[in-house]
C-alpha cells in the first residue's frame, strides 16, 4: 500500500458531535506566567447568569499562533465581505454588552 502523507503530516479527525460546534458570543481571556486560558460563554439576554460552554488552554507560543491566524482569516474575510458590501467590523459587529433592544 502507498503512503501519500508527508513526514510531519497530522491527520486530524472530527466527530460529528464536535463538528455541530457550540456557539458563544463571548470570549474571556486569561493568563498565567505560562498558560493563556479561553473561556467560550454564552449570553442570553434578560438571564443574569451565564455558563462557560467551552475552555480551551494554550501555551504562550501556541495562544500566539491562533492570534496570527485569526488575523490572517480575519483579513481574508475582510477582503471577500468588501467585494459584497463596502463595511467594516465596527458596522456590522455591536460593542461588548450588545444593543439594547426596545419592547
Known amino acids: 500500500m502507498e503512503n501519500n502523507q508527508k513526514p510531519n503530516e497530522i491527520q486530524v479527525e472530527l ?30 439576554p434578560g438571564v443574569p447568569k451565564a455558563k462557560v460552554k467551552s ?7 501556541n495562544a500566539k499562533r491562533l492570534l496570527f491566524a485569526l488575523q490572517d482569516n480575519i ?9 459584497i458590501k ?13 444593543i439594547q433592544g426596545e419592547a
Open 86 to 98: 463596502n463595511t467594516s467590523f465596527e458596522d456590522i459587529i455591536p460593542p461588548i454588552g450588545g
Open 75 to 83: 483579513q481574508k474575510f475582510e477582503e471577500q465581505a468588501a467585494n
Open 15 to 44: 466527530t460529528d458531535e464536535i463538528a455541530q460546534g457550540t456557539y458563544a458570543n463571548l470570549a474571556v481571556i486569561a493568563h498565567s506566567s505560562s498558560e493563556f486560558i479561553l473561556d467560550f460563554i454564552r449570553v442570553v
Open 55 to 61: 475552555r480551551i488552554i494554550l501555551t504562550a507560543d
